[in-house]
């Protein structure tokens, strides 16, 4: 069965809002030669992505021109699912809309066979989707840098007083730069 893996990048101290603030020259050059690794194991074992509405509406005007690789070229090519009430004004190759009940989509999609399903960028996405459990993997890139500000990816509304997510750690590694690769599978 397909997996959701959730790949973001993050200061140490949790923020995944606006990676420029953290990670320098966010055109990927600025990822070592570990992180441009690690992304590209990540997103080869990916086939679909599953995006929120305003990161859909931000990267449709952005990555179809970027020549960021290797993320650019996966981005572009990838089955993309954008959760959204309403039909984007912006065209992608390879884009569905899906709306409906969130849960029904991914239980969809890893019915079906292919590749990992993947979740960028898209913080309340990827925050429904962790308070829904429907993730299973969590794959974390962290700079070597406090942030002090931005939306967590980690918000205290995601789990109640008495809940405790337990995860196994699949691979961590330091990286040349000073950052962490985290690999976890969330125990269910």
């Known amino acids: 069965m397909r997996k959701v893996v959730l790949y973001t990048l993050m200061s140490a101290d949790g923020a995944v809002e ?28 990916q086939d679909t992505v599953l995006l929120g509405r305003k990161t859909y509406d931000q990267w449709s005007r952005y990555w179809p021109s970027s020549d960021a690789q290797p993320f650019a070229d996966f981005i572009n090519n990838v089955q993309k699912r954008v959760l959204t009430s309403s039909t984007p004004t912006t065209t992608w190759t390879n884009t569905t809309v899906a709306n409906g009940p969130l849960a029904d989509l991914v239980a969809e999609l ?10 960028h960028g898209s913080i309340d996405l990827a925050r429904s989707m962790l308070r829904a459990r429907l993730v299973d993997q969590l794959s974390l890139v962290i700079a070597p840098t406090l942030s002090g ?17 337990r995860l196994e750690l699949l691979q961590a590694t330091g990286t040349s730069s000073g950052g962490v690769l985290l690999d976890y599978r969330i125990v269910p």
């Open 110 to 119: 890893k019915a079906t066979p292919g590749g990992d399903i993947g979740v």
């Open 149 to 165: 500000i931005g939306r967590r990816l980690f918000d205290p509304d995601l789990f109640d007083d008495t809940e405790v997510r």
């Open 18 to 45: 606006d990676p420029t603030r953290y990670f320098p020259d966010f055109d990927f050059s600025g990822f070592d030669e570990d992180m441009s690794a690690h992304e590209a194991r990540v997103i080869g074992a």
